[in-house]
């Protein structure tokens, strides 16, 4: 059973700096591509980051060197580093991962509230 836990998120001040970690499950790690989305509220879930099997990765054009996405396979974790953070990237922020064989097949994490707040 796939499994994505996530863990971090929370609240902090605009300029502020926040990690999401998100376990997931051994069976797809190194073979799945992984990234994360987020969904503000009244707006749709978008595309955040992204890190392919072989460690390609890229960001979405408004997060640009500002967060950065990164693999721990000791942990089999991906981890999301925000830094400069803005109020708009208040949003829930969900795991994703993607069988690159079948983009059909697609599973996600609970989700983490980042609030960038003054």
């Known amino acids: 059973q796939v499994q994505l836990v996530e863990s971090g998120g929370g609240l902090v001040q605009p300029g502020g700096s926040l990690r999401l970690s998100c376990q997931i499950s051994?069976?797809?790690?190194?073979?799945?591509?992984l990234g994360w989305y987020r969904q503000a509220p009244g707006h749709k879930r978008e595309w955040v980051a992204r890190?392919?099997?072989?460690?390609?990765?890229v960001v979405t054009n408004s997060v640009k060197g500002r967060f950065t996405i990164t693999r721990d396979r000791s942990r089999s974790t991906i981890d999301l580093q925000m830094n400069s953070l803005k109020i708009e990237d208040t949003a829930v922020y969900y795991c994703?991962?993607?069988?690159?064989?079948?983009?059909?097949?697609?599973?996600w994490g609970q989700g983490l509230q980042v609030t960038v707040s003054a």
């Open positions: 890190m392919t099997p072989g460690d390609n990765t």
């Open positions: 994703n991962a993607e069988d690159p064989g079948n983009r059909d097949v697609v599973h």
């Open positions: 051994r069976t797809i790690f190194s073979r799945w591509i």
